[in-house]
């Protein structure tokens, strides 16, 4: 797609190409469905060239190179789609401007364990969101940072600062679950970095005195709230990483007179 814009594309097939199936250069605001890309060589889809802002939604790729390849393009969603089988990078983002792109329930299978089902290879790669994806194995961030967020039913986590490093497992290294967000800053020293996060569906629990909790214990002031901590959906900052989850305080909150029969 050349150099295409503001159109619509329904139930396309782009498969046994010798480079690549799916092809956007310098195309913006597009909407593409239902998509079926096998056994391309090289690229199943591939976004280039300040390509904008295009929604390619349910789609599916079988046995290719890279599933999806974005070099210079921005702004784009991914959404409802199935990378199966890839023997290259199931996802990958190169060189600037590639901000702001956004993948949404896109699964991740059956892919080559030499290469990554998730990579950012240019520092300052910023924006890119993961919401609600099921799993994403082998990942690596660009050692010059990159700012990423990731969301689910559960709630959101924003990194203020870019993340870097690599691993085989990002849905276990970023886990946000009900009324609790860990990092795995252990494992990935890279994810260390300060982070905003929203956990929904917090409301009333029954909290005497509720508290921003690290680890089991009131997280003090290294967390600062942004909202009052019964409201539904909880919104604070942290500035490093472990676990975090909204609590009982463990403080002193009211005195009264004990009696001792003796």
Same mark, same amino acid.
Not at 68 to 74: E, L, N, Q
Not at 80 to 96: C, F, K, Y
């Given at each position: 797609i050349d150099k295409f814009h503001q159109l619509n594309f329904n139930n396309i097939t782009a498969n046994n190409n010798s480079d690549t199936g799916i092809y956007f250069t310098g195309s913006s605001d597009n909407t593409l469905n239902n998509i079926i890309a096998n056994n391309n060589n090289n690229y199943s889809i591939f976004l280039e060239a300040f390509a904008a802002n295009n929604l390619i939604n349910s789609f599916s790729t079988n046995y290719g190179g890279k599933g &999806?390849? *974005?070099? +210079? !393009?921005?702004l784009n969603s991914f959404t #409802?789609? *199935? *990378? @199966? +089988? +890839? +023997?290259? #990078? !199931? &996802?990958? *983002?190169?060189? #600037?401007? !590639? @901000?702001d792109n956004v993948f949404t329930n896109v699964t991740l299978i059956n892919t080559n364990k030499s290469f990554y089902d998730f990579k950012i290879s240019t520092a300052g790669i910023d924006g890119t969101y993961l919401n609600n994806m099921p799993y994403i194995g082998n990942y690596s961030f660009d050692s010059g940072g990159n700012i990423v967020y990731f969301n689910n039913s559960n709630g959101e986590l924003k990194f203020l600062q870019g993340i870097n490093g690599s691993g085989n497992n990002l849905t276990n290294d970023v886990r946000i679950l009900n009324n609790s967000v860990s990092v795995n800053s252990f494992g990935n020293p890279g994810l260390n970095r300060s982070a905003d996060i929203t956990l929904y569906g917090i409301g009333n629990r029954g909290f005497t005195n509720p508290a921003i909790l690290r680890d089991g214990k009131p997280c003090g002031n290294l967390c600062t709230s942004f909202t009052a901590l019964n409201a539904p959906n909880v919104i604070f900052n942290v500035s490093s990483w472990t676990n975090y989850s909204i609590g009982e305080s463990e403080l002193l909150v009211g005195c009264g007179i004990l009696n001792k029969n003796i």
């Open positions: &999806v390849f *974005i070099d +210079s !393009a921005y #409802n789609g *199935i *990378i @199966n +089988s +890839s +023997s290259g #990078n !199931a &996802v990958e *983002i190169s060189t #600037n401007p !590639a @901000n």
